[in-house]
């Protein structure tokens, strides 16, 4: 039997160091808010950056404020979002807004992230199918832990993971699926 319940324990530990080099930040206060102020936010664009760059940039910044576990300013970037969506004739650009007005009118970040995972599925479409519009290399990054293990993935311009989906108990959960420099698309 203790043989049995010391396997069990080192299972439990194993699990939880599964998505971080350095452990879950959960258990660990002073890293989780540490990094949740470490996300760095995307470059400024150019001042004659198009529609698209904007959106995708506007998106890219949604997702830094739910890695930051930043409910009102999620609220606030999901508006920047959906004006910048507004802009675009792209198909997915409606899908990105309507995902984003629901995140505005969340109640929590959890309710925030599920939002996020469907402005997700449409700026990844959209950066897929019409390429980069930013100057810079864009990431897509994956979470497997994400919504019970179904995973998730997003669009960062970082190759250091800062996921969205759990903010600072695992900030650093995911890896980077594909990766699109300016103007590339998926082939």
Known sequence: MTRILTL??????ALSLACSDKGSNALRP?????QSK???EPAPLPATASAEA???????RLAVRLASDDFAGAKAAAAKVGEAAAAVTA???????????????????AAQRVAFDRASVAAIAMVEASGNPLP????????PMAFENRGA????DSPSIHNPYYGASMLTC???????????RKP
């Not at 069990?8 to 530990?13: C, E, G, Q, S, T």
């Not at 198909?91 to 969340?106: D, G």
């Not at 995911?174 to 590339?184: H, K, M, N």
Request: proline content about 6%; charged content about 15%.
């Open 38 to 40: 470490a996300v760095p």
């Open 153 to 156: 993935r997003w669009l960062q």
């Open 54 to 60: 904007k959106l995708i940039d506007a998106y890219m």
């Open 136 to 143: 810079t290399i864009v990431h897509v990054a994956r979470c």
């Open 30 to 34: 002073d890293v989780a808010a540490a």
């Open 91 to 109: 198909p997915q650009a409606a899908q990105l807004k309507a995902a984003v007005s629901e995140l505005a009118a969340a109640p929590d970040l």
């Open 174 to 184: 995911g890896s980077v699926d594909a990766q699109y420099a300016p103007g590339a």
């Open 8 to 13: 069990a324990a080192v299972l439990v530990f």
